[in-house]
């Protein structure tokens, strides 16, 4: 079956550091990409989405960018703040998604 | 849109008994999906609605779990008997098939504790 790849957390940054979170997924074809972020003690948020190849999802300074030729989605944001902290997960799919397992990010002051 | 709402939003029981999670759908929404969380596990589908119909239960993890769905606003999972290990967050989520990209929206969870 298919499957979505996150790198393992958590990641511990300082405030104002650069942030990657790496996604791959095995679907063929051109699933819909999302990121998804689960703040402590509530649902996961749509954070941002892309559907088709070279699109660029962004939100609150997050961006990813569907490609295609790496089957990737990664996450990334410019400059973190400490409210960032939260778990994001990777999916893809249609009406059904494939999650990846999460990535616990901690951003300190 | 008062979003996906999902009740209690705490349960602890003791094991053997039933429990009933509830979960009221964004309107027009036409899937419903229930996942389960734990540390262990992460992220599970447990099972997903169309329309009302169940379509895919695979994830369901034994016959102590049951899901209805009779109409477009209200699902249960039900979990009769109940055990320890059923301790989780469950999770209820909407989407719209019309859409581009079927975005599923979670309600806050319902933490179970099993004792």
């Known amino acids: 079956g298919n499957s979505v790849t996150q790198m393992e957390g958590p990641v511990t940054l300082s405030e104002e550091a650069f942030l990657t979170i790496n996604c791959t997924y095995t679907?063929?074809?051109?699933?819909?990409l999302f990121w998804y972020v689960q703040y402590p003690g509530e649902g996961l948020q749509l954070l941002l989405k892309?559907?088709?190849?070279?699109d660029k999802g962004s939100n609150k300074g997050f961006e990813a960018t569907y490609r295609k030729e790496t089957t990737s989605f990664h996450l990334e944001k410019g400059s973190v703040q400490v409210s960032d902290s939260a778990v994001y997960f990777c999916?893809?799919?249609?009406?059904?998604?494939?999650f990846g397992t999460g990535t616990r990010l901690k951003v300190l002051a | 849109d008062a979003g996906v709402i999902q009740s209690p939003r705490h349960e602890v029981t003791e094991m053997g008994q039933e429990v009933t999670l509830r979960c009221k759908p964004i309107?027009?929404?036409?899937?419903l999906f229930w996942y389960r969380q734990t540390m262990m596990r992460g992220l599970e589908l447990l099972i997903y609605?169309?329309?009302?119909?169940?379509?895919?239960d695979s994830g369901m993890p034994e016959d102590r779990f049951s899901a209805k769905m009779p109409n477009a606003s209200f699902s249960t999972l039900k979990i009769q008997p109940s055990e320890p290990r059923d301790s989780a967050v469950y999770f209820c989520?909407?989407?719209?098939?019309?859409?581009?990209?079927?975005?599923?929206?979670f309600g806050p969870g319902t933490r179970l504790t099993v004792t």
């Open positions: 609605f169309n329309n009302n119909v169940p379509i895919d």
């Open positions: 999916a893809e799919g249609t009406y059904k998604y494939i």
């Open positions: 679907a063929t074809g051109y699933p819909s």
């Open positions: 989520a909407s989407s719209f098939s019309a859409g581009s990209t079927y975005e599923q929206y």
């Open positions: 892309a559907t088709k190849a070279d």
């Open positions: 309107s027009g929404h036409d899937y």
